[in-house]
């Protein structure tokens, strides 16, 4: 069985490249995802842009922890300046790219694991077509057709 064909010369620098393009697709897409889906998770248990919200977990945990007062610093306190605009958040559409870089990187970083040797044909007459008669060689290495006694 003969090795596979080798790769070119450039596929590591080309895998580098998707890589690292791969990586920053999806670190900006977080960047700009991230802080949409805090202040939504913020705005589930109850931290919204006028306070917190009566009867919420947010309430709950204020009364039962800190009562009426809420110590500078704390992170109650941090969450509710967030949930009341402390965080900037971009506007949705913004968000939907995002969220499309962060897809579009996943999906580069799978392909590429899925399909790093994809330059190199099967092993064998190293073509890529394992199947093909025209100009392949038999166990006699002729390409007459079948071996004699076979």
Aim: with cysteine.
């Amino acid at each position: 069985m003969a090795d596979p064909q080798p790769q070119p010369p450039n596929a590591n620098v080309n895998l580098a490249a998707r890589a690292v393009g791969s990586a920053a697709l999806i670190g900006i897409g977080t960047a700009v995802v991230a802080p949409a889906l805090v202040v939504a998770l913020l705005g589930a248990v109850g931290f919204t842009s006028t306070g917190v919200a009566a009867g919420s977990i947010a309430a709950a945990l204020q009364s039962s922890i800190f009562g009426a007062f809420i110590p500078a610093g704390s992170w109650f306190a941090a969450c509710q300046a967030a949930a009341m605009g402390g965080i900037a958040v971009a506007a949705p559409l913004e968000v939907a790219a995002g969220a499309a870089a962060m897809v579009t990187g996943a999906a580069t970083g799978v392909n590429m694991v899925f399909n790093r040797n994809q330059n190199a044909g099967p092993a064998g007459n190293g073509n890529g077509d394992e199947n093909a008669d025209a100009g392949d060689q038999d166990e006699e290495g002729d390409d007459n057709g079948p071996d004699e006694g076979a």
